[in-house]
């Protein structure tokens, strides 16, 4: 993409964003899914990744992703509508790598985030979530591989950068696009970011929606 489609791109973004985003529904199951009539964008990540920080950070809402210490707080897929009309709609996922949870509440997730992620034809990209301030960890290798078995191309996105100083945080960009290159379902462009500073937040609405509408 050139430079000016992608400013326009990027400008069209701020502005969708910054008009209607609602909340949806949510399907602990997937037969309370919505109908696939319109694309998807899926977030998933890590419990405490800072998922609903992101999500709020990127429609610019102070709480349209209820933010919370509570590890594995999301435990439905959560799903928002983006436009007016319905352009397209992000989808809030489960965190993973919880400790606390009983396993068969987390066996019950892992099996909601598989099928949805196998079955969904109207889903267009899944944006990964890792931590800057620990890397790609086991966790989220687990999700990388189900995405790749799965054929969902997805995104990886930084977050937290803004903890992280700057040359750690080159360490973890070098060591976390080597790491996607390995992954046949990774794009290789990386996204860095920090919700609480906006740093990379207009790239990343820019590219979600490039996305749904690609």
Known sequence: MDEDASGDLAKRAGKLFSGRVDFLKSAPELKFLPDPEVPEIAFCGRSNVGKSSLLNALTGRKAIARTSVTPGRTQELNFFEVGEPTLFRLVDMPGYGFAK??????????RLVRDYLRGRQVLKRTLVLVDARHGVKPVDLEMMQMLDEAAAVYRVVLTKADKVKASELAE????????ARKHPAAYPELHVTSSEKKMGIDALRAAVLGDALG
Do not use: D, S
């Open 172 to 179: 973890v960009i070098a060591a976390t696009e080597t790491e």
């Open 101 to 110: 949870a009983p396993p068969k509440l987390v066996e019950k997730w892992r």
